[in-house]
């Protein structure tokens, strides 16, 4: 158990009979009347964000999830496919469950959430950056500079991934998972 002062970004909670995860949370104290906290919480399970306001204090149900290292295999129509490097089982997740899924190349290394009472597969966490390479992008005009401009780039996984005008094909780069944005260059 554990009451909203406990809430914190990535905090499984079991509610609805369902496994959430909290991605934003707001401590409220009107001026008039009893504190309470606004969540915005996304379901491991089927992917629904949901907002939900909790009185101060009130105790949830925290989920236990464990992080497991997998390693990314390929992608069919039936999901993507994962392999535990340890046992060598394999695992599939729908690709509706995963942020920022076409940031994976094949062999990465990722993390994935697996519900620890049913030993359940949830959801994968992408390490912060991923270095990608640019496959595709239209290029530079010279002397265009001046301003922060950015062109769309396709990288090497079909993602598109807006860069600064400087940025040429064939070039690798790093990509911030947590927003699919351009990072730098990689030497």
């Not at 996304?42 to 101060?56: C, H, I, R, W």
């Not at 949830?122 to 290029?139: A, N, Q």
């Not at 401009?149 to 990288?155: D, E, N, Q, R, S």
């Amino acid at each position: 158990m554990a009451s909203t002062a406990d809430f914190k970004n990535g905090l499984c909670l079991e509610f609805n009979h369902d496994i959430y995860t909290i991605t934003e949370f707001q401590h409220v104290k009107p001026g008039k009347g009893a504190a309470f906290v606004r969540t915005k919480m996304k379901s491991l399970t089927n992917g629904k964000v949901l907002d939900k306001t909790f009185n101060a204090g009130e105790k949830v149900t925290t989920a236990r999830v464990e992080k497991r290292s997998h390693q990314y295999l390929y992608a069919d129509d039936m999901g993507l496919h994962f392999m535990d490097n340890d046992t060598y089982e394999q695992i599939r997740i729908d690709e509706k469950l995963i942020e920022r899924a076409n940031l994976m190349k094949e062999g990465q290394m990722v993390d994935v959430l697996i519900h620890a009472e049913t030993e359940t597969p949830l959801t994968v966490e992408l390490p912060p950056f991923v270095e990608l390479m640019i496959t595709y992008t239209e290029p530079g005009i010279k002397g265009d500079t001046a301003t922060n401009a950015l062109k769309p780039a396709i990288v090497e996984t079909g993602a598109t991934v807006m860069v600064p005008l400087f940025v040429e094909q064939d070039i690798m780069i790093k990509v911030d998972t947590r927003d699919g944005s351009y990072s730098e260059r990689v030497k």
